[in-house]
């Protein structure tokens, strides 16, 4: 046997003891150079809840992470049910130390374990837990807007009683409302029509009801005078909710003989070709009086411009705080915002009516003050504890979420 052949004799055993090393099993644990074992690091003191003063369907899980040993490439949780079923239902990094599980069946048991992820395979896994979600009547979270609102409850109730009882409640003068008949009463005496116009929006908009509520009072005034009244619309529901309140109107007034149906009518969907249908109706009938009640855009400016130029005298109101200037410029009279919707109230006097009014009023009022003192607590906070103790409490006490 030449050289030759003795050293590839020498190279294949040298081969095949490689492949042999390659292919025995990997160690159990990785071992230090001190000869400590490290493993795989797992959850540990895992606890199951109910998750608290919630509408039920979940359950939440918290855990520690061992100390020492290899970190995980990520954590999964897993669950089970009575039936014995087992699902896998989350994954995350091994950074997280709590879950919610909001998929859970109100009182079904589960048992929750968390497992340990190394390239790919279960390395480790926790103990198990088990809960049983609940639903809970009462969230103590809001517990202190509940008093504030039955407060405020109580304080409209004390109002609406306190005017069926007769005794008079005071409600500041809303110039625009103050003014509604010396505007019907000046179309009479030009021997000109009244023109009412109720917005762009449908009956689903509250402006737009609170504009019919208002209509109601002018119709009444203007079959009592004798003057015409024109009710343009933009929106066919509209219209025939106006023309039944119109006609309520003039029933109340005894004047049904004067009502005409053809003065309530329909123009067009398109805002600004409804502007244009209305600015036509200025231009040749010349109202002596214009009412702007209700929801308004773009075509506000085009409207109020249109009946100053034929000499109109005009009540304007709108919830909508990018076209409140335009009317405060271009009309006689404005209800900004929230006198609108106190229309109903101021005009018909009605008990109920403005008991609500009162006490939301009383309402906002007790908020203002709650805002001012927890601003002056929280601002001298940092010199004295008890003022920081008060404005926490405030906080809390108007806290919604």
């Not at 409302?177 to 010396?182: I, K, M, N, W």
């Not at 915002?337 to 109920?352: D, M, N, Q, V, W």
Request: with cysteine; net charge negative.
């Amino acid at each position: 046997m030449n050289n030759l052949s003795v050293f590839m004799i020498i190279l294949l055993l040298f081969a095949a003891g490689a492949v042999m090393a390659d292919n025995t099993d990997p160690p159990e644990s990785v071992v230090t150079e001190v000869g400590e074992e490290l493993h795989v690091l797992r959850a540990v003191d895992l606890e199951a809840s109910d998750t608290p003063e919630d509408a039920g369907g979940s359950v939440s899980l918290t855990w520690f992470m061992e100390t020492d040993g290899i970190i995980p490439d990520s954590l999964g949780v897993m669950r089970s049910d009575p039936s014995g079923g087992e699902e896998l239902i989350a994954t995350m990094p091994v950074s997280i130390v709590m879950y919610n599980d909001r998929l859970a069946d109100n009182g079904t048991e589960y048992s929750y374990w968390i497992v340990s992820y190394l390239e790919g395979t279960v390395e480790s896994c926790s103990e198990r837990a088990q809960a049983v979600s609940s639903a809970q009547w009462i969230y103590r979270g809001r517990v202190g807007m509940f008093i504030i609102l039955f407060l405020i409850m109580a304080v409209i109730v004390y109002y609406i009683e306190t005017g069926k009882r007769g005794k008079e409640l005071y409600i500041r003068e809303i110039a625009g409302l103050a003014a509604v008949d010396d505007a019907v009463g000046r179309a009479t005496e030009m021997g000109k029509p009244v023109l009412f116009i109720p917005g762009i929006m449908d009956m689903d908009n509250i402006q737009t009801i609170a504009s019919i509520v208002i209509l109601g009072r002018v119709a009444r005034k203007t079959a009592e005078y004798g003057s015409p009244l024109l009710v343009p619309t933009s929106r066919s529901v509209v219209m025939s909710v106006a023309q039944e309140v119109v006609k309520e109107g003039y029933l109340q007034a005894g004047r049904s003989d004067a009502y005409n149906k053809e003065n309530i009518q329909y123009l067009t969907d398109d805002q600004f070709g409804y502007a244009a249908g209305v600015d036509g109706i200025m231009v040749r009938e010349k109202p002596a009086a214009i009412f702007l009640l209700g929801c308004f855009y773009a075509e506000s400016l085009i409207l109020a411009e249109t009946g100053r130029s034929v000499g109109a005298i005009q009540i304007a109101g709108t919830a909508m705080p990018s076209q409140i200037p335009f009317f405060v410029a271009a009309c006689d009279y404005t209800l900004i915002g929230e006198e609108l919707f106190a229309a109903s109230a101021y005009l018909s006097r009605e008990a109920k009516l403005l008991g609500s009014l009162k006490g939301q009023d009383a309402g906002k009022l007790f908020f203002l003050i709650l805002i001012i003192v927890g601003v002056i607590a929280a601002s001298l906070g940092d010199f004295w504890s008890p003022m920081k103790s008060i404005a926490e409490f405030l906080r809390k006490l108007v806290t919604v979420n």
